[in-house]
């Protein structure tokens, strides 16, 4: 596709259920990152994939939230047992590597999630 | 990543030149000063990067200080369409992830 697609675009669950968010990123693109955003916040890094190396994990708050990117391009994030505060928007993100294209991120239009 | 610091907002009349100002004092040699915008209730979006030389595209112009510890984002005509919070990252580019401060709210006045 011509940008990066994010699916639901808004997404209500009841808090305890696990929810997937979904992101196909552009073509080619071998990085892929989530970020969550809160109210009024900036962007909280969740995880990142680049390639086939491990991705990097730091920013993932509990080991209530996961992701996986299949086939270097779709990316699905799970997050299990959803509480209130898990409440925000769900940003994908890719881009080229490496050198500086690396920080041109495209972004998608983010899932708004809402825990009841 | 080297950490900015942005006002936290700025007007700005409609038709006139809005001037964004990010300081980026930690910067490394190899590091890089993007700017993105994020207009309510989208995704960020990529508006110019640059790494000491002043660049500039259809969006906007960045002039970067010749020191590099700070840059200024210019839209040399601003239009109610800009208003957003604008966010300036340092990153060297083989980013594993980018540090998003809270960035310059802009509100284009008419």
């Known amino acids: 596709g011509a940008g990066v697609s994010q699916s639901p675009s808004n997404k209500v669950t009841e808090k305890g259920k696990d929810v997937e968010l979904r992101c196909d990123p552009i073509?080619?693109?071998?990085?892929l990152y989530w970020y969550r955003q809160s109210l009024g916040q900036g962007l909280e890094f969740l995880i990142y994939?680049?390639?086939?190396?491990?991705?990097?994990k730091s920013g993932l708050p509990s080991d209530r939230f996961s992701a996986e990117r299949t086939g270097g391009s779709v990316s699905t994030l799970t997050i299990q047992r959803t509480q209130q505060e898990d409440s925000a928007v769900y940003l994908c993100?890719?881009?080229?590597?490496?050198?500086?294209?690396?920080?041109?991120?495209?972004f998608g239009s983010g899932t708004q999630l809402s825990v009841l | 990543d080297a950490k900015t610091t942005q006002p936290p907002s700025m007007d700005c009349a409609e038709g006139r030149a809005a001037n964004l100002p990010c300081n980026h004092s930690t910067i490394s040699g190899n590091e890089y000063v993007y700017w993105y915008r994020q207009i309510h209730s989208q995704g960020p979006q990529y508006i110019i990067h640059?790494?000491?030389?002043?660049e500039t595209n259809e969006m906007a112009s960045l002039i970067i200080t010749e020191d590099r510890k700070s840059s200024t984002l210019i839209l040399p005509h601003a239009t109610l369409r800009d208003t957003a919070v604008y966010y300036c990252?340092?990153?060297?580019?083989?980013?594993?992830?980018?540090?998003w401060g809270l960035g310059t709210s802009l509100a284009v006045n008419p």
């Open positions: 640059g790494l000491k030389n002043n």
């Open positions: 993100a890719s881009s080229l590597i490496p050198g500086q294209e690396g920080g041109k991120l495209f």
């Open positions: 990252i340092v990153n060297a580019g083989n980013n594993r992830k980018l540090i």
């Open positions: 994939f680049q390639g086939n190396s491990a991705p990097d």
């Open positions: 073509s080619g693109h071998t990085a």
